[in-house]
């Protein structure tokens, strides 16, 4: 029992170094939230951007609103949505999508 429970306590330990933000989590999330800017509807134009983690060692990539707007060609963002994953903190995966004109 003292081995699982180590072992449980380990697992969890390392997913927290790799997890990405979520507003839910667990061993294994896959996620996907809005948030809808005031500048009116969603956009005709989307463009997205990624950052990933493996094992929380090892985090590449650019998440940020303007990287995604930039690979949309959008110049007025208009809706932002954010989708993560996460596998037992071995792999994290953030992504970001903007629509907008």
Excluded: R
């Amino acid at each position: 029992m003292k081995k699982l429970l180590g072992l449980a306590l380990a697992a969890g330990a390392l997913a927290g170094c790799a997890s990405a933000a979520t507003p839910i989590y667990g061993w294994y999330a896959e996620v996907k939230w809005s948030t809808e800017l005031p500048n009116g509807p969603v956009g005709s134009k989307s463009g997205e951007a990624k950052a990933q983690s493996i094992l929380g060692l090892v985090a590449t990539g650019d998440c940020s609103i303007q990287a995604a707007a930039k690979a949309g060609g959008i110049t007025k963002v208009m809706t932002v949505e954010h989708n993560t994953k996460n596998i037992i903190g071995l792999f994290a995966e953030f992504t970001t999508v903007v629509t907008g004109e």
